[in-house]
């Protein structure tokens, strides 16, 4: 299967940050707002931060340590400019694992 970066640029294309799935959660909340803490840093050095514990990129980085995840919720992976330009064929990646691991 194929292995998606845990890039900059997949980041800046990813839509997880707005994916009904992740809305709801309070874990999800809390890894965003310690990712804006350090934005300003991470931005400056154009570096990425590390993907534990990271609210996004999914499909390259695998399960959510979120366990409380909207799993009805409408899933974005479709639309999404990493998986359309790797023709990942999966959904929540965040719930199933990386693309690596599920497809």
Excluded: W
Excluded at 59 to 85: F, H, Q
Aim: glycine letters at 8%.
């Amino acid at each position: 299967m194929a292995k998606i970066d845990f890039s900059r640029d997949n980041y800046n294309m990813c839509l997880c940050g707005g994916c009904p799935v992740n809305l709801s959660s309070k874990c999800v909340k809390i890894q965003e707002e310690t990712l804006a803490q350090d934005f300003e840093r991470i931005e400056k050095e154009g570096t990425m931060p590390s993907s534990d514990n990271f609210p996004g990129v999914y499909c390259s980085i695998g399960r959510s340590a979120c366990g409380d995840l909207n799993n009805e919720r409408r899933c974005l992976c479709p639309g999404c400019a990493v998986y359309l330009e790797n023709d990942l064929k999966s959904f929540k990646y965040c719930l199933e694992g990386s693309s690596e691991e599920v497809g």
